[in-house]
């Protein structure tokens, strides 16, 4: 079987397809046929070396996957052949990968299998719930993978105010017709003017960042009192210097937050509930697919930022 494989870490050109063993199931592993591979900004730093999880070489890429089950190990009893999901896999850069049984969620067959990639909409979920009650979000990198599921999720519940910081005009464009009430472009010299000017004097209840380096300690001075700066990623690359003295006046609070911490039990009921909201067309993503045999561009494209929603490698049939 075919794959994309590693074997050194570097820019997007040492990512090679190569000849691969078809993968046998662990006892409480499936096999699945995949269809879709998700490409996370994560699998970037992966490709790069500087994830804290990076496979030893030869490696195929780990990364999310939606499919078709193809085979379940000997100690699977809930899941058979033919059932389409989506999940984790450890060598998930592949036209097949064994994947733990209990990382799995179903997806219903009128979900298309890039639509059922979920970890963007769950990491936008889990974002959002953080903290309850505020009335206005800052969201930076709205208009990519998980900022554009984090729009749309911030408008399903309701939030008056859902200000997105996106870096061109097109992204602007396409932020507001996903319900961002106010977008920005952050690459323009007055960017915190603008934010300044839209918070007003109350500040922003709440601050999802992504991308790090300045970004972080500028939107500190539009935080409200009481307000929840989270942190979740860091695109630029560059590291963020942030004084805490600035939170003890506003009582405010800065928090780390990761889609793998979520306990199991939340994850299955925000994933079914994720689930439905694609199924029903509520929530939805703009699917940039590039074949396997091009995931070098795909990682290209989304490092020099020309990306918007969410990126895909497809498998063929
Ligand atoms: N903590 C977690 O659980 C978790 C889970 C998933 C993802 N993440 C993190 O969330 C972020 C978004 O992930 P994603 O997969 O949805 O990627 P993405 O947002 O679709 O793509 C990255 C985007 O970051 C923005 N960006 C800003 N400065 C950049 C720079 N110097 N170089 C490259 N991109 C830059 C760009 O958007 P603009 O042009 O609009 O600025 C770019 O399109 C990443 O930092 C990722 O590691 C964290």
Known sequence: MKAVTLNAYGTPEVLEVTEQPMPVPAPHEVIVKVQAVGVNYAD???????????????????GEVSGTIAQTGTEVQHLQPGQRVTGYAPAGYAAYTAIPA?????????????????????????????TSGYRSVVI?????????????????????????LTGSEAKQAYVRSLGATHAINYRDTDWLRQLTDIAGPQGVDLILDATGGDTPAQLLSVLAANGTLIVYGNSSGHPTSINPQELIMKSARIVGSTVYN???????????????????????????????????????????????????LSFPE
């Open 44 to 62: 970037l730093l992966v490709r790069q070396g500087i994830y804290p999880f990076i496979p030893q070489f030869p490696a195929v890429l780990p």
């Open 102 to 130: 209990a990382g799995l969620t179903l997806l219903p067959d009128r979900i298309a299998p890039a639509a059922g990639l979920l970890t963007h909409s769950l990491t936008a979920q889990h974002l959002l719930e953080q």
């Open 140 to 164: 930076t990198a709205a208009a990519g993978g998980v900022g554009s599921q984090a729009v749309q999720l911030a408008k399903i519940k309701g939030v008056p105010q859902i200000i997105a």
């Open 262 to 312: 979520i306990p199991p039990a939340q994850r299955q009921e925000w994933s079914d509930y994720l689930v439905n909201l694609i199924a029903t067309g509520q929530l939805q993503a703009q699917i940039n697919s590039y074949p396997f045999t091009d995931a070098a561009r795909a990682h290209s494209d989304m490092a020099n930022r020309r990306n918007t929603g969410r990126t895909v």
